[in-house]
């Protein structure tokens, strides 16, 4: 019982232990790692850090064959001791003694280990690693043999000796150094008193450690990481000062090499010319502008640039005089004789050089060659002038308007139909060409436009130059910069006053056709069901006839209302009255009323839409159409006993709805057109519809801000779905 309670505690002092040192580890390994970082950010800091990275690396591979040959030579110790036994180990027991090999078996495989590490790539990027893995392999295997065997052991003198080799032949990284002696005090002072583990025999009563013994330790470690750590700052100072004195070296015997190299490969011509038209210096950029081929040609050649370079020799004296004017000349744009005698276009930058007394001496400057951007911009303008009688060529109107809503352009039509020139609009407002309650919206609209940006269009009205008032639609756009900043809006007019009224004839026309057709629909239902409901009466007609009249008139009727609904969603678009709702609610009320189809046609519908669904904000009358829609299609397109399975599940921001069966389902074709208005499936049983269900699912479901398609191939079923925006994310 005791044992166990010890074990218990020991094991709540281990876990407590463990996690003291590995947050002292990371830190401290942290610390090694990240120490580069607050070095200066330079190159010369990269490569200290490279060089003593390689240093670490080096002199592990001699600290490693030390390590081993040491550890060899106490094992030979002990051999001989076997044979010839030493006085200085008498006291020590022999099953102590024989113990020993075992730990010296471990401590070279350790470090074997570690040597093995150091020739792989992985040491050599991580030399801290095979550092530690040196340190440890001698202290902490140690003592993890000594706590095996239910002692402690104060190996002082492999610790002490271990701590001075690593700060002699690796004196740098002194976090390292840190961690390495950590590890195995930590171990030490801690894993041996939770334990309660005494020393071996013969001291087995004395006290596993002392004040002496600590302040020893610590003093010890203490000096060996100063001396690591000044060390590590002496050779760092002495790298970057090395470093430093061959980069002012390097920079020194480059200075005149660069710049020569900059006035050699300049992309723009170098030049210094006198007052009198001489060039004193030139490099080859100048002189392939030039064509020529040699820099030395242009100072031979050209003795007069005033007439022989300048093809207007008036070019010259504006130069001299605009430097003598101002000290200097920018974008100064000429045409000049090449060689060859072709004319080319340069832009001269350039300033007067004078000596102490304010004596001119020459003219310094470069040269560029802009022919090709001079050509650019021609056509550029070209082009400009092609956009603009393009534009002025489109009968609509068009504008243009800056960010403050001033109008910068228009076309001929803008022009004729609001009956102004172009002088009477460009730099005008709305409010200075249209009438104050159309400008008001005008304005508002543009506003809208500007600070949003994209694409806006909206009808209204517009007083064209006869005064009347016209129905238009426009259609404006921003358009931005070459810098990327709002330039403005463009706009188009379009006159639908036209199409208004053919519009307006139309309705009339329908509503007369479908007044007119569907009131003798409904009259002769009337009277016809009238005649049903009283069998006791004669019927000239036999029932059978009567009943086709009425499912005929059924059909019509159905005809004209599907008919007038399509046409009211195709104009007028789905109107929802909005509301949160449960989505198993709407499904449950479906079913309900479609039950006795269901029966007749002996479908099993499956509902697996759960309640626990998150709420939706929709038109509760609109999807219990959906769903019925969906249903009823399914029965229509398969035979009795078709199974019906409804679903819902959420996906990310939506939520998104099935309703699946395992009829014959329908071709890649047919799935493409299913929701196009009038389509109809080339299997459907017994129906005169005009196709309109599923157009008007695909309405409804666009209305409420989702999406609507069908998954199927012939034999395999159809899976319908559509998804509906769940009401958090819709607000």
Not at 618 to 629: C, K, M
Not at 693 to 712: F, M, N, P
Request: aromatic residues 12%; charged residues 20%; glycine residues 6%.
């Amino acid at each position: 019982m005791k044992k166990a309670k010890a074990f218990l505690a020991v094991g709540r002092f281990g876990q407590r232990l463990r996690a003291t040192v590995f947050r002292t580890v990371q830190k401290c390994l942290k610390k090694v790692f990240v120490f580069t970082s607050s070095l200066p950010s330079y190159t010369i800091a990269s490569d200290y850090e490279a060089w003593r990275d390689r240093f670490l690396w080096q002199r592990l591979h001699l600290a490693l064959w030390i390590a081993i040959i040491l550890v060899l030579t106490f094992t030979f110790r002990d051999i001989y001791d076997a044979f010839f036994p030493l006085k200085e180990l008498a006291e020590i027991p022999k099953e102590v003694k024989r113990l020993f090999f075992v730990l010296y078996a471990a401590i070279v495989l350790s470090l074997l280990s570690c040597l093995a590490v150091h020739r792989t790539q992985f040491g050599r990027r991580h030399p801290a690693f095979v550092f530690l893995g040196l340190g440890w392999s001698i202290t902490i295997v140690e003592q993890i043999w000594a706590t095996l065997n239910n002692f402690a052991l104060p190996d002082f003198f492999a610790w002490f000796v271990m701590f001075l080799s690593q700060a002699t032949l690796i004196p740098v990284r002194f976090p390292l150094h840190l961690v390495s002696q950590l590890g195995v005090l930590v171990y030490y002072f801690g894993v041996n008193t939770a334990l309660g583990l005494k020393l071996p025999p013969p001291d087995s009563n004395r006290p596993i450690y002392s004040v002496t013994m600590s302040l020893a330790l610590f003093w010890f470690c203490f000096i060996c990481n100063l001396g690591v750590y000044l060390y590590d700052r002496l050779q760092r100072s002495e790298f970057f000062a090395r470093k430093e004195l061959e980069t002012a070296y390097q920079k020194l015997g480059a200075t005149e090499e660069k710049y020569r190299s900059i006035f050699e490969n300049a992309v723009e011509g170098i030049f210094q010319s006198t007052p009198d038209g001489h060039y004193i210096t030139a490099n080859p950029a100048l002189a392939r502008i030039y064509g020529y081929s040699f820099p030395e040609e242009v100072i031979a050649n050209l003795t007069d640039i005033e007439h022989q370079l300048y093809v207007d020799p008036n070019r010259r004296t504006e130069f001299m005089r605009l430097i003598e004017e101002h000290g200097s000349v920018s974008e100064f744009e000429s045409q000049i004789y090449r060689k060859d005698g072709s004319i080319v276009w340069i832009s001269e930058k350039a300033y007067a050089v004078r000596n102490q007394s304010g004596k001119l001496l020459y003219y310094e400057g470069v040269i560029s060659d802009i022919t090709k951007r001079k050509q650019v911009e021609e056509a550029l303008q070209e082009q400009l002038n092609f956009l603009q009688v393009l534009v002025n060529t489109i009968p609509t109107p068009v504008f243009y308007q800056n960010p403050q809503g001033l109008y910068v352009g228009c076309n001929k039509a803008f022009e004729e139909d609001l009956g102004l020139s172009k002088k009477q609009i460009l730099g005008k407002s709305v409010y200075e060409i249209a009438p104050k309650d159309l400008a008001d919206k005008y304005h508002q609209a543009d506003r809208e436009l500007l600070e949003q940006g994209g694409v806006q269009t909206y009808e209204s009205s517009a007083i064209y130059k006869d005064g009347t008032k016209h129905d238009v639609i426009f259609y404006k756009a921003t358009f931005c910069k070459a810098d990327g900043t709002l330039g403005g809006l463009v706009g188009v007019i379009l006159d639908i006053s036209q199409r208004k009224r053919t519009e307006e004839a139309l309705r009339v026309f329908f509503h007369a056709v479908s007044h007119d057709l569907r009131n003798p629909v409904l009259g002769t239902l009337m009277v016809l069901k009238n005649l049903l409901s009283h069998p006791e009466e004669k019927i000239l007609l036999s029932r059978s006839i009567l009943e086709r009249m009425v499912q005929s008139g059924d059909r019509q009727l159905n005809l004209i209302n599907s008919l007038m609904e399509a046409h009211v969603s195709e104009v007028q678009g789905i109107v929802l009255q909005r509301q949160t709702l449960q989505l198993h609610t709407v499904v449950e009320a479906a079913i309900t009323d479609l039950e006795p189809m269901l029966k007749e046609n002996q479908a099993l519908l499956t509902n697996l839409v759960s309640a626990n669904l998150p709420s939706v904000n929709a038109d509760s009358t609109q999807l219990w159409r959906v769903y019925s829609n969906l249903i009823v299609n399914a029965v229509k397109h398969n035979l009795p006993g078709l199974s019906i399975t409804l679903d819902a599940t959420i996906e990310g921001d939506k939520m998104c709805c099935t309703v699946s069966d395992n009829g014959v389902g329908m071709s890649q074709q047919q799935s493409e057109h299913l929701f196009d208005l009038y389509f109809r499936g080339s299997n459907v049983r017994n129906s005169l519809s005009l196709g309109l269900g599923l157009y008007l699912c695909r309405q409804i479901i666009t209305a409420h801000g989702g999406e609507i398609g069908v998954k199927s191939d012939l034999g395999a079923g159809a899976t319908f779905w559509f998804t509906l925006p769940l009401e958090d994310n819709l607000k």
